[in-house]
């Protein structure tokens, strides 16, 4: 390279790299090279145009869901390594463009340390890029199993809530399966074992409703000491009633201990019978089951630097267990807000020695909408590691990885403020259900989105809500 001429020798080096590394190309264009800066600033703005471009028309959920489809992940692994590439390159170069060779030792020493320094930095953040691509890519291949098969009730048609239907004429457009009655219907259970185990045991069970065309979600609270849950159709009659005439809770290891009546493989049996079982409760079909470790729960909450929860109620414990069995502790929760760390937001919502499950429930409901309006992303980034981890060890579901756009896309019009909530609660409903029971249930669980009659009142319609931000 020839020396530089007098008007470039009195740019320096350092700050042509640092621009450069601020946005590849700039360093160049500020020492003078524009045709070159041009050249290389070309491919990121192309590629911030590409990116910026698709999460504009798909919208946020929809984009974040695109992101974690696996092929994705590994573009995005192969991108970040030629970014990585790219970026030093054109570091290196545009510190070169302006290298005074008759520099005093000094000046070139600090120079080239800046340098260096930028590489370093360069170097940590495509290295944290990977990383955490490289975790996601573990998470959706661990947590997502869609082969699990369960046998549940029909898709009914749209009724007061359902998606409108398209004319004979038009062109039909492509829809996940929950989206064809116009609801998604969604299990979420907390267990006291990792999931996937068979010592699973269900210690909190809540239906979550979504109506698709109002974005309105309702939680509906199903106690586990439920006797005579319905089973469906091709279990039933292993049973002379027709139903699991034991505690709902235990429905999950009987299941994987009874191959010869639940169909399945090891690990998963249980889940499709639990699936099945209050599909055939509620008279609607469950989409999908989320599961949680509530160890993991801990960790999670932990992770988020703790929870706010304003509790309505004092909560009396003497005799709450101790997450790792070990034994007993006195519990006192005064009303009022509270600041929980992990242990003690699983306290709050797993205590049940001073009321019964029905408040238990309650309570679960409560935490639940507190974890979703306080999941900030921009303060989860710098532990998004430490978060993918977390979720990789703790989760389980038979959601399919390919629905998570569509089911990101429903969550960001979901107002956390607004959603309703139930549960299955005596006189009600009995803890041992008959037939006049599993009706009113089901009549509850349809009407979920009506306003007036039928199963009580409904959230009322939010307004579409951004997915939780900075």
């Known amino acids: 390279m020839t020396d530089p001429s007098p008007r470039h020798q009195r740019r320096s080096p350092a700050l042509a790299a640092t621009l450069s590394f601020l946005l590849p190309g700039l360093g160049q264009l500020w020492a003078g090279f524009r045709t070159r800066g041009a050249l290389l600033l070309a491919p990121m703005v192309v590629l911030a145009g590409l990116v910026a471009g698709v999460a504009i028309a798909e919208g946020t959920g929809r984009f974040l869901g695109l992101l974690l489809q696996p092929g994705v992940l590994i573009t995005i692994l192969v991108v970040d390594v030629a970014l990585l590439a790219y970026r030093i390159g054109v570091m ?28 370093v930095v360069t170097l940590a953040m495509h290295g944290w890029v990977g990383l955490v691509t490289y975790k996601s890519y573990g998470l959706v291949n661990s947590v997502f199993h869609p082969q699990v098969a369960v046998a549940a009730t029909p898709k009914p048609t749209p009724s007061v809530s359902g998606a409108p239907s398209a004319s004979p004429t038009a062109t039909p457009v492509p829809l996940p399966d929950w989206a064809q009655n116009g609801r998604l219907d969604l299990l979420l259970v907390g267990g006291d074992a990792g999931p996937g185990r068979a010592s699973l045991r269900t210690d909190s069970m809540t239906l979550l409703s979504v109506d698709l065309a109002s974005g309105r979600a309702k939680l509906f609270g199903i106690p586990r000491n439920l006797f005579n849950v319905p089973l469906p159709a091709n279990v039933a009659g292993a049973f002379t009633c027709g139903c699991y005439p034991d505690l709902i809770n235990a429905l999950f290891r009987y299941a994987e201990s009874r191959p010869d009546i639940f169909p399945g493989a090891d690990g998963e049996r249980g889940y499709a019978a639990l699936q099945g079982a209050i599909s055939e409760f509620v008279g609607q079909p469950i989409d999908g089951m989320l599961v949680v470790d509530l160890n993991g729960f801990v960790r999670l909450v932990d992770a988020l630097g703790g929870l706010d929860i304003t509790t309505p109620a004092p909560v ?3 005799h709450y267990p101790l997450e790792d069995g070990s034994g007993y502790v006195p519990l006192y929760i005064p009303a ?20 019964d499950d029905y408040h238990r429930m309650d309570r679960q409901q409560l935490t639940l909408l507190a974890l979703r309006e ?42 956390v403020r607004h959603v309703a909530r139930a549960a299955f609660n ?8 008959d037939a006049a029971a599993v009706e009113r249930v089901r009549a509850m669980v349809a009407d979920a ?22």
């Open 426 to 433: 005596p006189p009600t409903i009995p803890e041992y259900l």
């Open 449 to 470: 989105f009506v306003r007036h009659g039928g199963g009580g009142s409904a959230s009322p319609k939010p307004a579409p809500s951004a997915l939780p931000g900075c």
């Open 336 to 355: 009022g807000p509270h600041h929980f760390d992990g242990h003690m937001a699983l306290a709050y919502a797993r205590s049940r020695h001073q009321d």
């Open 316 to 318: 009396s414990d003497s």
């Open 374 to 415: 306080q999941l900030h992303p921009c303060a989860l980034v710098p532990r998004l590691p430490e978060l993918l981890d977390i979720a990789t060890d703790s989760l389980w579901t038979n959601l399919s990885v390919d629905e998570l756009p569509d089911l990101l896309a429903l969550a960001q019009r979901i107002n």
């Open 92 to 119: 290196i170069d545009a510190y070169r463009l302006l290298r005074i060779p008759r520099q005093t030792t000094r000046d070139r020493a600090a120079s080239l340390g800046v340098l260096v320094l930028l590489l």
